[in-house]
């Protein structure tokens, strides 16, 4: 069965007013029955061996599975800028691997104002194969996660590209059903509105098939059901591939609603509909 | 939600090696959509490391958490044996660490004949202390599995000593709902067709399961597709009343009765089932 995950993003609000930690945000996970959780990077109090140890064990007594750390990265930046971004990483994959944590969640590259897309793919495809190596070296995976706002990849065929020209069994997936072209919930400066250029259903049906992991986004869930994404559209595709691995609730919807209301409200709908599709 | 796994000793069938084969396991379990699988340590092929990551890999890629490895241990021994004991469980703890799996499942001591379960204690304690010291360096917890045919903890109290003894987080409990005292299924005990668990088992497990990250759930009868010697229906009211939230582990044990492919899925679809009509 698919198994759901917290994206410890879904309180950014919360975490940033200082009312809640990680700590805090592992036992909403556990009250709320979830079987996994993910760990934002900048949720983390410190990198030191007695705090990661103790989160570590805090997940495993509430029964969650640590899916990913999660890692704002850009490979998109040049000179010693790309390398402070390569060195995050590697960073990170160090913790995972202490941790034993087995995948980080990372970006592909924005694209700099008036730089060409084209240009940018040398150096991102050349900066992840550094960190898919170092990645490599720890067995931990590294998952290209989607991504628009500016960025690539930001398409199905972008995605497999960048996968297919890294070419290693340590580089793997993880599709965003909200973060494609086109997407309402990533559309450039025109957020809620789908853009019927970019077929971002296309662009998840592409993917699909090399994900080893699935960010579920909720943006409009004041009223018990997603309204900017369809998942009665999105998950027969996903359901077709195979997939039986987990699926993060990841709520980016605080212009609606707060986070203590979405949360519940988000998980309970994933909930139903993967029961309704029997998955 | 309750997780479901499926322990590799419930497949016996060797495949085209004249063994059973841990990969092939891990893609059964993903065949039948579980979610999470759980090695028995004796079905390695090896402890060499490109094996163990190259299985680790493969449950990953299929959506599978590996939630502990079986090692079978007997520290009711004494001297040289009883060393060899706690010195295989340790090399299985590192296996465990390098695969990163959380956890390491370990039964505690027959009591041989001429011994008492009371004279057997002190060295189970300490035994038990040494491999959970030995865990924490190596960030792997130490599962404590209830047994009975003889052995010690086979109660919910003796599980629950042996636990405030050594009262260490690294010392975590596995509950197996077949091998406590009352179980028809327990291992060693002369099976008898028509036998259900004793009113005891279900008291022992409720005594327990809040020190659980695990439940092994035994079936040893299931061809209706229900599970007759234990009644899972009254366990799934304990799990529920408990809040549990870890993984159940299938561990299917009919072989003398019914063939795996059958009693596995059949498994499966008791447990599913019951989970939805509890909520949990």
Redesign the interface.
Known sequence: ????SLQSLCYRDTFRAGKIDLYGIIDRA?GL???GIDLHSGHFASTEPAYL?DL??RC??????VCYIGVSNDFGKKGADLDKQLAMVIRWVDVAAGM?V??VRVFGAWVPQGEAEESVWPRLVETTKKAVAHARER?V?LGLHNHNHGCIPATGAQVLRLLDAVGD?YY?HILDTGQYRGSPGASKGDRGKEDPAHDFYGSIRTSAPRA?HVRAKVYRIASGEERWLDYGRILPVIKQTG????MSVVFEGQDEIDEETAVPLATAYL?SQLTRHGM | MIRVNLFSLSCRKPGPGGQVDLARVIDYAAELRLDGVDLEARQFASKEPAYLEQLRLRAFERGLAISYLGVRSDFGRAGAQLREEIDRVKEWIEVAAYMRIPLVRVIGANVPAGATEDSVWPRLRDSFREITEHGRRHAVRVGLHNHNHGAIPATGDQVLRLLDEIDDPYLQHIVDTGQFRGSPGASGQQRQEGRVAGEELYGHIEATIPRASVVRTKFYRNGDGRERWLDYDRVFGIIKASGFNGPLSIVYEGHDALDEEVAIPNAVGELRSLARRYGV
């Open positions: 069965m698919i198994k759901l556990a029955r979830f079987d140890e570590r064990l495993l007594r509430r029964g969650l599975h034993g087995p995948m067995r995976a069994p793997m080893v997939f039986n691995g987990w909930r």
